[in-house]
């Protein structure tokens, strides 16, 4: 039966693991995520799932790869500075091909920085991050809601695909309250066979072995190749996103997580000054919305990039968008969130300069 | 390179290769330690009947593929990250016997935090650290178990403490763990020795068996390539040179510490090759 519960998007997520049938847990505490292993020791264990707190982020990740080679379904989160020192892990879990989910709640750096809210590790999350050619899935959610949804639905992209999958998200959306509904889930029905785990090889088969050791390079090669076609396949049927007023825009927002609600608000400000501003939300960071950014390209003005760094994400809109129309950007950095009215004002000198440029 | 055809020639069979050691002919270098222990390790899960359910993990070193001579399931780990990947196996699959492999330079420099952790969380699985006192894989670097003196392609002059401090003995600092049920060093240099860790690897999974927590065997073992001797050589150098800094021996059995006489640094030229 569904449930309706007041919950803090971290609490969200760790309730939205125990239902998705999470069986293994191993983290690290860091500011502004720690509640997911609070709430996971108690209310987890208590369900029967299996929750550590280990020595390091190192550790953590490893132990996520063994779970996951041993058929778990396994699940870490962390922030940033932990995120960086699980990278190592991540690159040989995304080339062993082991299904497994992790979250990274932003918060400000580089180095140790602030605990308050960022969305500094875009390029580490979407553009690689550990050595090696490899992607995660990333999803961005915006509301306490998509925190928990995300949570079934990294679960199953990443049976399905066998490949880790990182929920990116932020101090903010982590420590708010909101209302969320759990949905009914059966975790049993949607566990899929994982004939290739370690977990003890009965007569009828050879061994299982789960390695990143491809010593020729033209098996590496190959590995690479069939990792590259499974991303290819993912970016064919994976790409996710939500569109609020593009039809007759003239100018398109294009935003994430946190930024992208207080983009909804910006919407609202330029309604009241007359101005037809869209917001295009990418779900799916990996794989990006670029197809639908190339759409949009015929019929705007031009893109307003919004996030909570130095500009990251605005590299994969000016990709999609190919020199079409012009791309604006308004960034706040190191843990500030901007506010709607700075950004409306930003946005309004984009326009101008856009303006100007058409009647030269 | 497979299926090695030994023929019979109507003899009768007085012993054969373990079934859970694969066909694969193993790439160490003639006279390594680490065929011999590959060999121990699988003769006795076939002893103790337990292939099915034993999972093992790899380490990064010499022995990285090691998955490839060993007929079970198995993991290739991280350098240094052994430990951490086998306690996410065993604590999903508390009923299967699970053990990591591992050399000096895995778990005593890179994998340093995860082995004592590990140990310290008692968790039930069995450890088996290949002291070379080296870096074999990547040409012959020193190691922290590298000994004073000793020569290697990163310490040209010896291994000086002022530098590169003393070698680590990682197998008495477990033993101070309270999650730690059976440490012990062993070695293979002679057939006696290689009985007598046949019979710790047989200990220690039937310990793991009846639960009881971390068991690490080290084994002093050799690299005649990084030593850059014979194999006979080696043996002899080990036994002179190894054995007064990692003397064998069980240091602690059945949660119990083993008390020993204060071990003495040798002397910096004595060691030197
Ligand atoms: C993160 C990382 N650092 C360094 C290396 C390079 N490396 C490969 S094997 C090795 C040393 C292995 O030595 P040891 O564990 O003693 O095993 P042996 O080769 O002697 O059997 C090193 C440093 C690596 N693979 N990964
Ligand atoms: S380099 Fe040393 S440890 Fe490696 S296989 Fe050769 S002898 Fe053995």
Redesign the pocket.
Known sequence: MSEIRLMKGNEAVAEAAIRAGCDAYFGYPITPQSEIIEYLSDQGRKRGMIVMQVESEVAAINMIYGAAGAGARAMTTSSSPGMSLMQ?GISYIACAELPCLLMNVNRGGPGLGTIQPSQGDYFQSVKGGGHGDYHLIVLAPASVQEMADFVYLGFDLADKYRNPVLILTDGALGQMMEKVIFPEYDPKAHKPPKPWATVGKSSNRSPNVITSLHLHSDEMENINIRLQEKYRKIEANEVRYELMNTEDADVIMVAYGLTARICQRVIELAKQTGIKIGLMRPISLYPYPFDIIAKLSEQVGGFFVVEMNAGQMIEDVRLGVNGKVPVGFYGRMGGVIPTAEEILHSLQLFMKSIAMKEKV | MSDIQVPTNGMEVVWEKPKSLSETRMHYCPGCG?GVVHKVLMETIDDLGIQDKTIGVA??????ISYNYMNIDMQEA???RATAVATGIKRVLPDRLVFTY??????A??GTAETIHACNRGENFLIIF?N?A?????GG?M?PTSLLGMVTSTTPEGRQVETQGFPIKITEMVATLPGTYYITRQSVHNPTAVRHLKKAVEKAFKYQQDKKGTCLIEVVSN?PS?WKMNPLEANQWLEKNMFPMFPPGDIKVEGKLIEKKQITMPEQKETKI
């Open positions: 190592e | 680490h380490p990064v070193g010499c022995s990285v991280a350098h240094g591992q050399g000096d330079g895995d778990l420099a890179i290949i070379n080296i870096y074999g894989m990547t670097q190691a690299c990084g």
